[in-house]
DNA sequence: CACTCGTGGAA
DNA sequence: TTTCCAAGAGT
């Protein structure tokens, strides 16, 4: 019912083309953004650019595309690479399930579709990782089909220049914001169009916007009301957790003991050492204990080297307190999941990011 | 569908 | 220091 109320205004609709005109000649003349993949119509490069900078910022994300399209300069060789060592090109950039579906996506394209690209936004949609946002970029990108983008920037202008109070974190929301993306979306002008309005709500109406230089600052609601830095609104507030991770690094003859994390958890797929987690901080008395009661090593078993290293991570929903400490091994142990890995050899391995630290400072 | 999945930079 | 949030998707 509120859609309605709000997609039946015409001063709304008027208002969303008007700004479109204005955006599209604003994208040709001011907008000096550049970046890699800008004009560029391979979708291969345009579905790994957009799968990179899910919830990532350009800057960040710019480097490993660079990477990943040096060691991978088709979809067919990205199919063929091993898990890991794409993973390891992965390290670092988090969210790492987006690693996954892309390895399942450039195989099933490559081998299943035989490497060509899906070119309608159906079908786009239906791969692995790619999203409503993702498969509207991709499908205006490539192709220029008629699918208006909606991520956080637009969320941002759309709520600023209509004036619209609507959290963008509800569902309701979120049905009120995409109908009215695509709405405004000027005809024929889908890529320059989606790839203006991001650019401007990344360097116009950001956060902290610039009015006083935005073309549209006379017909934007919230600058005329003085609401620009209210809006957008978000509604939902997130819980912030503390885990306590103690790692025990094995090391036997030069090796070390690693294993691949497989729980739905954090790190899915990422390597780590043994862990104990406890509910709280937890002293080496009580590691010790549990070290022998479940992997049977008993004191006689290691000896302590090195120091303890402490460090926090935070990830979006976690806080994530992690201590390591080394333990030279008198004899090597088995035990399921657990590789045996040359120090030399670490550096094959993908970490995240707080243990791949540990790992270049310590061992 | 509410919740969860990293990391880095800015305010 | 803490909080926000960034070219979102999977479950």
Not at 35 to 42: A, H, Q, T, V
Not at 192 to 208: E, H, R, S, W
Request: aromatic share 12%; with cysteine.
């Amino acid at each position: 019912m509120k859609k309605e109320t709000v997609m039946d205004n015409a001063q709304l609709l008027e208002r969303g083309y008007r700004f479109g005109q204005e955006l599209l000649a604003w994208n040709s003349h001011d907008n000096k953004r550049q970046m890699p993949w800008k004009g560029e119509k391979d979708p291969y490069k345009i579905w790994l650019s957009e799968i990179m900078l899910q919830q990532t910022r350009v800057e960040q994300g710019l480097p490993y595309f660079e990477k990943f399209i040096a060691a991978y300069p088709t979809i067919r060789q990205l199919a063929d690479a091993p898990d890991q060592e794409v993973f390891k090109l992965w390290e670092g950039l988090g969210y790492y399930s987006r690693c996954r579906n892309l390895l399942a996506t450039a195989r099933y394209i490559a081998y299943e579709l035989d490497g060509i690209f899906p070119n309608k936004y159906e079908d786009i949609l239906a791969l692995k990782g790619v999203g409503p946002y993702t498969a509207a970029a991709i499908a205006s990108f490539a192709y220029n089909l008629h699918h208006a983008v909606l991520d956080g920037n637009v969320y941002r202008v759309l709520s600023r220049i209509h004036g619209i109070g609507t959290p963008t974190d509800s569902a309701v929301g979120k049905n009120l914001f995409t109908t009215l993306a695509q709405a405004q979306l000027p005809d024929g002008k889908a890529a320059a169009y989606n790839q203006g309005i991001m650019d401007f709500g990344a360097t116009v109406c950001k956060p902290l916007p610039e009015c006083s230089t935005c073309f549209f600052a006379d017909d934007c609601v919230a600058f005329q009301t003085g609401r620009q830095l209210a809006l957008p609104i978000k509604e939902k507030q997130l819980q912030v957790s503390d885990r306590f991770f103690f790692y025990l690094v094995l090391e036997h003859e030069g090796k070390v003991a690693v294993r691949q994390r497989q729980a739905k958890d954090i790190w899915l797929d990422l390597f780590e050492f043994l862990l104990i987690e406890t509910p709280e901080p937890a002293s080496w008395q009580l590691v010790a204990a549990e070290l022998e009661h479940a992997w049977g090593l008993s004191p006689e078993s290691y000896q302590r080297v090195g120091t303890r290293y402490v460090v926090k991570q935070r990830l979006t929903h976690q806080l994530v307190h992690l201590s390591f400490e080394r333990l030279a091994l008198n004899h090597t142990i088995e035990l399921p999941q657990l590789q045996w890995a040359d120090k030399a050899a670490l550096e094959n391995f993908p970490f995240p990011k707080a243990i791949k630290e540990y790992v270049l400072a310590e061992l």
